[in-house]
């Protein structure tokens, strides 16, 4: 497994920018894609975006054409920068990781909260 520390949440109005960050440490090489998930109030975790260790990438359709999901891999860290907030993207966002033995995370960060103000 390895271990993920979020950062970069915070409070925002609707139409700004943040970008979160998940720095990763320990078994690195054991992971074959990483997401960010999100969890509103009183609704279910989603799966927001992914990137994989090929630097394939996918969205959600909520999200697709604001969100962008990176990484630099010298730093050992993720990003998901999100344009063009919305009130509905309040939630609590986790990084995750996923092995190659799995298509599910086993890895996940302690969460960040966003709140998008209207």
């Known amino acids: 497994q390895v271990q993920l520390v979020e950062s970069g949440g915070g409070l925002v109005q609707a139409g700004g920018s943040l970008r979160l960050s998940c720095t990763t440490s320990?078994?690195?090489?054991?992971?074959?894609?990483m997401d960010w998930y999100r969890q509103a109030p009183g609704k279910q975790r989603e799966l927001v975006a992914t990137i994989t260790t090929g630097g394939s990438t996918n969205y959600a359709d909520s999200v697709k054409g604001r969100f962008t999901i990176s990484r630099d891999s010298a730093k050992y860290t993720m990003y998901l920068q999100m344009n063009s907030l919305k009130p509905e993207d309040t939630a609590v966002y986790y990084c995750a990781a996923r092995p190659w033995s799995r298509p599910t995370p086993n890895s996940w960060g302690q969460g960040t909260q966003v709140t998008v103000s209207s």
């Open positions: 320990g078994s690195i090489f054991s992971v074959s894609a």
